[in-house]
């Protein structure tokens, strides 16, 4: 195996035996060649839309399946060899519909687009030899790395949307060509920096779509104090990014005397008008997905992994895991959907009656749900408090959250903020920083949680806003720092999405991209401004010299 797509690629440089994530070189592997079978499938897919032949089931099965190999999200080696074969039938399927019609199939002679699965065994070593290290020069193994990890985090919302009826052709017509080109030896370094360019565009057009997508079926998020203590009845933890399987399980919990709690990037679903009249949604349990291996174990009850981020679980809380979509682990309990989409959460909830209540880890509130529409709508607040000098800088320190010690330097940095700053945020790395007693400026909390990761979008338009508002000719006027901190392929979308948005002088930490080659880096440097982190110290100065 070879495998540096997160932040914790061993050493900084890759996984190599087997993932610090937990993922075995059997499953990297397999991941790897499903990778492969969808670049085959997209050769074929692009020339088909040439002839107006388009197939809803191949957009999907692409996007699925990219979603099923970003970090943490699936690690069950029979899944990934199911869906490997499924895969070679699609891709076969393309084949015959385009032969003898007029299309060319410019990587045609491809072994992507040609070769056949054997037995399991011969699959699995087909799939040791295709893998990231197959292609030799390093800026390009770089680019072609990075285009697939932002359009991995690009399925994933995709996939998102889709639950709720939203597609975008363009995105997936994009994640086709950016599939193939992965394997197209003519692109060199200048055609693929392009790509990942675009990349960044259908970034933006995907975090839109799931904006409205979201948005439209739950409501604008509202501002909301959500409670982190426990209630006395059992109860069953939702955790993930799917907010259709929020709602279903919502709604097959109520009246049975069986509570809701989200963890990790669950947490905005407090946010959203329509989970809010469920009062057996009682609150927020533990923290980012990294500390699961203890809070599942003391949540005493049933817990769902929607998405993304599972840790290996621990024997004292295995019986009570659940995966659905596009999750899985060996040995855990999978809730499918049934034909018609719909998943039945029954199991879980004749298990939750057996269970004790969850054990007290925390208690009080936290308060959330600054999207654009809330924000905006306090656009006169925060427009008098930046003009009085009350609020002098934001930063973003949207993100990821995960277990590496260098991490609590966002927290660090957060206290040491001057009490003239506000911090905007969106996903799991907030809670490096949530909890902490950072008070308000004239009603406005220090910390503005728009929500999941792919709410990071909100804190784009609420940047646009401000730049209207203000009357500005550049995003980078505005008195917006940027400190992210990344993990996982969604942040790469979201990094991209930045870029292309023009946002310049990102620090990203704590580590930069194991996947970034010296001159990839360089041109992200010269172009974009980006800079990993220092010690908060020098940072803090940094940041506070531009303003
Ligand atoms: Fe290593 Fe991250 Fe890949 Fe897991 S996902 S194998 S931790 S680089
Ligand atoms: Fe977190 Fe996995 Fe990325 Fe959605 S849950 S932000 S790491």
Redesign the pocket.
Known sequence: ?F????????KGT??TIQ?????TSEV?NLQDLLLYTLKGISIYAIQGRELGLTDLATERFIAESMFATI??ANFDREGFIVRVREGIALRNQWKSRLDGTEATIPLGAHDAALWTPGTDAELEAKAANIGVLSTGDEDIRSLRELLTYGLKGMAAYMEHAAVLGYHEDSVHVFMEKGLAATLDNDLGVAELIALVMECGKFGVDVMALLDRANTTTYGNPEITKVNIGVGSRPGILISGHDLLDMEELLKQTEGTGVDVYTHSEMLPGHYYPAFKKYDHLVGNYGNAWWKQTEEFASFNGPILMTTNCIVPPKDSYVDRLYTTGHTGYPGVKHIPAGADGAKDFSALVEQAKRCAAPTEIETGEIIGGFAHAAVIGLADQVVDAVKTGAIKQFFVMAGCDGRMKSRDYYTDFASELPEDTVILTAGCAKYKYNKLELGSIGGIPRVLDAGQCNDSYSLVVIAMKLKEVFGLEDINELPISYNIAWY?QKAVIVLLALLHLGVKNIHLGPTLP?FLSPNVAKVLVDNFGISGIGSVEEDMKQFMAVV
């Open positions: 195996m495998c540096f797509q997160c932040q914790e690629a061993a890759g996984c993932g610090v994530c937990g993922k990297a970090t943490n996982e194991a």
